[in-house]
């Protein structure tokens, strides 16, 4: 669950404004002063700040300097009236990520914090791919070692260096941020701007905007003018994720700014030059896309200069015991654990099992498998009872008596399944919350959902 604080003197609005807030699933706080809101962000670090300009005391402005020096990535949405439009501004070049004019809609602000934290996110995985590509000598360690993804190594080391447009396409898992990273690491505009947009996780009615930027006044609330992905990129690389999601109205604009190299905001009259290289991601068959007319086929025909499929993880079972030793190694280092190794049958589990989540689900069960070792080997056991074929005794329904017992009770066959799949969710997240010492944001991340989706988990279960 996201925190929100709002640093505002006005009561009224605070309160109907955290009453809404908290609706939307949010855990809010509030603070009259600059002094109470500095104290509360050292202790607290919000996810999201809005912060009023005009304050008894300490105004916003000079808050906002001192939440930087705290924390020079803190998200502040700045909060001002119609006269304070400047100051809003020079809040912004301070690193204040927006302004909204008082009065405001709540579905206003609701909107600005959504796209704060999708902003926030879409870099934090920059940084992690950053990070996991930063010993360029082994890039094949990343993927495996089979002969089908050192076939997507070499198509992607040769054509790194080139400005052509690459699309990456394969099942959500399989690697494509990783592939894309690989390329962005071996090629000649590694340290210049890197931008990364999820096509995916725009509203259709944000998606010019947030590509191609807007013009102060283009449409209700455009307060300023505000760079798109394409200027933010210009010199480096964009990187457009689920690109199958574009509406076409979208695909003719990008069609334009990818042929022309320029790009015009919206509202704007001018255009804008551009040198952005692209890489594209889709889970989705782009051809087949354009055959079904979802997909415009001239802008196909535009990006489909180099084009790297990435195999599924169950057509190359080879690089699974390669794959699990690694995230095994990083698993260890993030936990402070000591697993060595795998046993015969635990190995023999992951062969046999299909991987329909390819990578990232072989990645998260073999985190999740050395949070529950108690040894130094992790069992079969250990695993998910997906990967295993089997339910497992380790939730609270040791046997079959178990679930005889409760069909004595007078419980039907759906009922028994929802307590025993309940009982099993109650029984992980316990455990995996007192290995993380009760961090409910590690929790979230080890079993792969978010912390909106685990604090409604333990209200629903109770746990305390």
Same mark, same amino acid.
């Given at each position: 669950?996201?925190?929100?604080?709002l640093?505002?003197?006005?009561?009224?609005?605070?309160?109907?404004?955290?009453?809404?807030l908290?609706e939307?699933?949010?855990?809010?706080?509030?603070?009259?002063?600059?002094?109470s809101?500095?104290e509360?962000?050292?202790k607290?670090?919000?996810?999201?700040?809005?912060?009023?300009i005009?304050?008894?005391?300490?105004?916003?402005?000079? *808050?906002?300097?001192?939440?930087?020096?705290?924390?020079? %990535?803190?998200? =502040? $949405?700045?909060?001002?009236?119609? #006269?304070?439009? !400047?100051?809003?501004?020079?809040?912004?070049?301070?690193g204040?990520?927006?302004?909204?004019?008082?009065?405001?809609?709540?579905?206003?602000?609701?909107?600005l914090?959504?796209?704060a934290l999708?902003?926030?996110n879409?870099?934090?995985e920059?940084?992690?791919?950053?990070?996991?590509?930063?010993?360029?000598?082994?890039?094949?360690?990343?993927?495996?070692?089979?002969p089908?993804i050192?076939?997507? *190594?070499?198509?992607?080391r040769m054509?790194?260096p080139? %400005?052509?447009? =690459? $699309?990456?396409?394969?099942?959500? #898992?399989?690697? !494509?941020?990783?592939?894309?990273?690989?390329?962005l690491e071996?090629?000649?505009?590694?340290?210049?701007?890197?931008?990364?947009?999820?096509?995916?996780?725009?509203?259709?009615?944000?998606?010019?905007?947030?590509?191609?930027?807007?013009?102060?006044?283009?449409?209700?609330?455009a307060?300023?003018?505000?760079?798109?992905?394409?200027?933010?990129a210009?010199?480096g690389?964009?990187?457009?994720?689920? *690109?199958?999601?574009?509406?076409?109205?979208?695909?003719?604009?990008?069609l334009?700014?990818?042929q022309?190299?320029?790009?015009?905001?919206?509202?704007?009259?001018?255009?804008?030059?551009?040198?952005?290289?692209?890489?594209?991601?889709?889970n989705?068959?782009l051809?087949?896309a354009?055959?079904?007319?979802?997909?415009?086929?001239?802008?196909y025909?535009?990006?489909n200069e180099?084009?790297?499929?990435?195999p599924?993880?169950k057509e190359?079972?080879?690089?699974?015991?390669?794959?699990?030793?690694?995230?095994?190694?990083?698993?260890?280092?993030?936990?402070?654990?000591?697993v060595r190794?795998?046993?015969?049958?635990?190995?023999?589990?992951?062969?046999?099992?299909?991987?329909?989540?390819?990578?990232?689900?072989?990645?998260?069960?073999?985190?999740?498998?050395?949070?529950?070792?108690?040894?130094?080997?992790?069992?079969?056991?250990?695993?998910p009872?997906?990967?295993?074929g089997?339910?497992?005794g380790?939730?609270?329904?040791?046997?079959?008596?178990?679930?005889?017992?409760?069909?004595?009770?007078g419980?039907?066959?759906?009922?028994?399944?929802?307590?025993v799949?309940?009982?099993?969710e109650?029984?992980?997240?316990?455990?995996?919350l007192i290995e993380?010492?009760?961090?409910?944001?590690?929790?979230a991340?080890?079993?792969?959902?978010?912390?909106?989706?685990?604090?409604s988990?333990?209200?629903?279960l109770?746990i305390?």
């Open positions: 669950m996201e925190k929100i604080l640093v505002d003197d006005d009561e009224n609005m605070t309160f109907f404004l955290s009453e809404f908290t939307k699933g949010y855990e809010v706080e509030t603070a009259q002063t600059g002094e809101a500095l509360i962000i050292k607290t670090s919000p996810d999201i700040i809005i912060l009023d005009r304050l008894p005391g300490m105004d916003g402005i000079t *808050i906002l300097r001192e939440i930087m020096k705290i924390d020079k %990535d803190a998200l =502040v $949405i700045m909060a001002t009236a119609y #006269g304070d439009v !400047k100051e809003a501004v020079t809040a912004m070049k301070l204040a990520f927006h302004y909204v004019t008082k009065p405001f809609l709540n579905d206003e602000i609701n909107i914090i959504e796209k999708r902003n926030r879409l870099n934090r920059v940084e992690s791919l950053r990070k996991q590509i930063a010993e360029k000598n082994k890039p094949e360690k990343v993927t495996g070692e089979s089908k050192k076939q997507v *190594i070499e198509q992607a054509v790194a080139t %400005d052509m447009t =690459v $699309i990456l396409q394969g099942e959500s #898992g399989t690697g !494509k941020e990783v592939i894309a990273g690989f390329i071996n090629s000649p505009r590694k340290d210049k701007p890197f931008v990364a947009l999820d096509c995916g996780a725009i509203p259709d009615t944000l998606v010019e905007s947030e590509l191609f930027g807007y013009e102060k006044g283009a449409f209700t609330g307060n300023t003018v505000k760079e798109g992905a394409f200027e933010r210009n010199g690389t964009l990187f457009l994720d689920e *690109i199958t999601n574009l509406p076409l109205d979208a695909q003719a604009k990008l334009r700014a990818v022309q190299k320029e790009v015009r905001h919206l509202g704007g009259t001018s255009s804008i030059g551009v040198d952005v290289r692209l890489i594209i991601a889709t989705a068959d051809a087949e354009v055959r079904e007319r979802k997909f415009r086929q001239d802008l025909h535009r990006l180099f084009s790297i499929v990435l599924l993880l190359r079972k080879e690089d699974i015991p390669v794959l699990a030793m690694e995230f095994l190694n990083e698993a260890n280092e993030k936990l402070n654990k000591e190794g795998f046993s015969g049958p635990a190995m023999e589990a992951l062969l046999d099992y299909s991987w329909p989540g390819n990578v990232r689900e072989l990645k998260n069960a073999v985190t999740r498998a050395v949070l529950l070792a108690e040894s130094d080997t992790i069992e079969r056991d250990d695993f009872p997906e990967v295993t089997k339910s497992s380790l939730f609270g329904i040791e046997d079959t008596e178990d679930v005889f017992n409760l069909y004595d009770s419980l039907s066959l759906l009922e028994i399944s929802k307590k799949s309940e009982e099993a109650r029984k992980l997240i316990e455990k995996v993380t010492k009760n961090n409910k944001s590690e929790t991340r080890l079993l792969g959902i978010d912390r909106k989706s685990l604090y988990k333990l209200k629903s109770e305390q």
